[in-house]
């Protein structure tokens, strides 16, 4: 079984979610706290093991390969003044793992993103993370839950999260099959209505796959709107070799859209040390 080494984040979307920021300001850049949205997906990537990230971005989305290049003239400046705390966590930044850049040159739908990497990824298994989702986790990080699947399995394995069947019909659903304790996907089901949703998970932002899947995305045909799915490819390649679920533990933040952003927002600032505090005081204090 080969190791899995890389993992692709596409970041060419134009976030017209969060307009007019995003105008100048990727989204993937938007601040949790102190540190960009994108940050804690590699971070996630790093604790479970990745070795290169390539990001696949769009026009006008430098700022975000630069952020985690050094900075010569910043670093300088800090460690005149003797900022040395602050010094440390700007080269940490830098030291994480290699990142490379390709580009998608129309945002053509998630399956297309992931299909620009195929040179860079080569043929080898790999992530694909969305950096819409943030996933916290107190124990093992999201990736790497996907990863002990795939240590078991030898195969695909795709993040679920179980849904409340009122809100199942924004999701690509699975309809899973249990083995041995493991759920075997036997197809995805894109924004099923309530009452055909083949179950109640559903797909979330981390998936782990075989060089297999680049195949398939060659032949997915574009849907209506002229983009190529991933779930399209993924239904075919379920067709060839056995994929499986993995229900992650955890809590996901939506940070895609606006409230989901600002709950994470408000959940980081309560978890960290050197904000929680005074944070959980002032929203005691509100009265709104």
Aim: charged share 30%.
């Amino acid at each position: 079984m080969r190791k899995i080494r890389k993992a692709v984040l596409p970041v060419a979307g134009a976030g017209t979610r969060f307009l007019p920021i995003t105008k100048s300001v990727p989204k993937e850049m938007l601040p949790l706290i102190d540190k960009p949205v994108i940050h804690y997906v590699v971070d996630e990537a790093v604790k479970s093991g990745i070795e290169e990230i390539i990001l696949v971005t769009g026009a006008n989305k430098n700022v975000i390969k630069n952020y985690f290049e050094t900075s010569p003239e910043l670093e300088r400046f800090l460690e005149e003044k003797d900022k040395m705390a602050d010094l440390q966590v700007l080269r940490d930044i830098s030291r994480l793992c290699r990142f490379s850049c390709v580009l998608q040159k129309k945002p053509l739908g998630l399956g297309h993103a992931v299909l620009q990497a195929r040179d860079a990824v080569g043929d080898e298994p790999f992530a694909v993370m969305l950096v819409d989702d943030i996933i916290y986790s107190k124990e093992a990080p999201a990736l790497k839950q996907l990863l002990n699947t795939y240590e078991e399995t030898g195969s695909s394995v795709i993040a679920l999260q179980k849904i409340p069947k009122d809100k199942i019909s924004a999701y690509g659903v699975a309809d899973p099959v249990w083995e041995a304790g493991n759920c075997r996907i036997k197809s995805l089901v894109e924004k099923p209505s309530v009452e055909t949703a083949p179950s109640d998970l559903a797909v979330v932002g981390r998936y782990l796959l075989t060089p297999a899947v680049f195949d398939h995305l060659e032949r997915t045909d574009r849907d209506k709107s002229g983009e190529i799915q991933l779930t399209a490819g993924l239904n075919s390649l379920c067709g060839e070799e056995a994929m499986y679920g993995c229900v992650l533990e955890g809590k996901r933040y939506d940070c895609g859209n606006r409230v989901g952003f600002l709950k994470a927002c408000v959940d980081f600032g309560l978890l960290r040390k050197d904000t929680g505090n005074e944070f959980r005081e002032y929203l005691k204090s509100l009265d709104l």
